[in-house]
Nanobody, 120 residues
Framework: QVRLMDSGGGFAQPGGSLSLTCTASGRTFAVAWFRQAPGKERKFVCGHNSADGTSHCYDSVKGRFVISKSAENTFQLQMTNLKPEDTAMYYC?????????????????WGQGIQVTVST
């Protein structure tokens, strides 16, 4: 059993920046951030594969968001040039297998979620 704790987030104006942190209680093979806006399905944002240190982000956030491993079992999502459409609840997720998946059902453990709001 791995427990994930999400932290950071909050409010930003368009063009601003925010950072999210995911802290895992145990070993993770792959970690990803998903987001879910009200009334919409949960969608993949960025993922990190601990096996080789590679990362991958969805097209809509490429060049603006970066996922990285900042410490043992600690992962950050750096978000820059934020847009109103980035507003959502963000969830950290980890899986018990190597490799990044964009599918939520491939992840075994989830954080509690943290709100990100981008608005004027």
């Amino acid at each position: 059993q791995v427990r994930l704790m999400d932290s950071g987030g909050g409010f930003a104006q368009p063009g601003g920046s925010l950072s999210l942190t995911c802290t895992a209680s145990g070993r993770t093979f792959a970690v990803a951030w998903f987001r879910q806006a009200p009334g919409k399905e949960r969608k993949f944002v960025c993922g990190h594969n601990s096996a080789d240190g590679t990362s991958h982000c969805y097209d809509s956030v490429k060049g603006r968001f970066v996922i990285s491993k900042s410490a043992e079992n600690t992962f950050q999502l750096q978000m820059t040039n934020l847009k109103p459409e980035d507003t959502a609840m963000y969830y950290c997720a980890s899986r018990s297998f190597w490799g990044i998946s964009e599918l939520a059902y491939n992840y075994d453990y989830w954080g509690q979620g943290i709100q990100v709001t981008v608005s004027t």
